[in-house]
């Protein structure tokens, strides 16, 4: 994670100056973005991952790394799969746990780093990633990928929504290219596709263009 300091403390401040929303990074941050509603909690799961789940795109037990109140994990767990969520958010994790309990499914929601994921009990067949990776550093993506790998099944695909830099504006999170995501899932990847999609926000205009990205884990790192 990004570390904090005076430097980042200006640019938030700056930031609310200015009147953008703040963009979280440390785990402080996510937390206390839980205690109201952060604007990529829209109370469902995105069109990108109910269309990855209708096309039969999921395989093997899931796991939806940042899963935040959990849409997407309960998603897999309705579909019938075995399903776990992790995000270092307590509050969220709360969250989708009692979600799961009011709707009758059953999930897994751990408090766990996207950034340990070698610690988890795996193989998954699956990776859900809705808007994680495009918090993260430059250094923590190379990790995260690592870490994907350990934990993938071989053949195993992992399923991307990120701000794309056809965005415009300054607001959410950094944009990413199509070229940073493929520069990411080098060694022991297969991109499959990186293609135009749509990640929707419960705030003005609630929606911004994103990349879905798949990446399928080979045999060798
Ligand atoms: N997937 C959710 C949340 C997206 S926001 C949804 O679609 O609604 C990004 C999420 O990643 C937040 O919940 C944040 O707490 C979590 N997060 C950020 N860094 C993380 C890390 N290193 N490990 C696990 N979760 C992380």
């Not at 934990?151 to 399923?159: K, N």
Request: some cysteine.
């Amino acid at each position: 994670m990004s570390a904090g300091g005076d430097s980042d403390e200006r640019a938030t401040s700056e930031r609310e100056a200015l009147g953008a929303p703040v963009q979280p990074r440390s785990q402080q941050d996510f937390d206390s973005s839980y205690e109201g509603r952060p604007p990529w909690d829209i109370g469902r799961p995105q069109a990108a991952f109910v269309d990855v789940v209708e096309s039969g795109g999921l395989s093997g037990r899931v796991l939806d790394v940042g899963c935040g109140t959990g849409e997407h994990v309960l998603l897999a767990a309705a579909a019938g799969y075995d399903a776990t969520g992790i995000d270092l958010a307590w509050a969220a994790i709360a969250q989708a746990t009692e979600k799961a309990r009011q709707r009758g499914l059953e999930a897994t929601f751990l408090v766990h780093d996207a950034l340990d994921l070698a610690s988890l009990s795996g193989p998954f067949g699956t990776v859900l990633d809705s808007g994680l990776f495009h918090v993260l550093s430059d250094a923590d993506r190379t990790r995260y990928a690592e870490q994907l790998h350990r934990v993938v099944t071989p053949g195993g695909r992992c399923y991307l929504l990120a701000f794309s830099d056809r965005q415009s504006g300054e607001w959410g999170p950094r944009r990413v290219s199509e070229q940073e995501l493929r520069d990411c899932f080098v060694d022991g990847w297969r991109i499959e596709s990186v293609e135009p999609a749509t990640y929707e926000v419960n705030l003005h205009p609630g929606r911004a263009e994103a990349w879905l990205t798949t990446v399928v884990r080979t045999e060798t790192p």
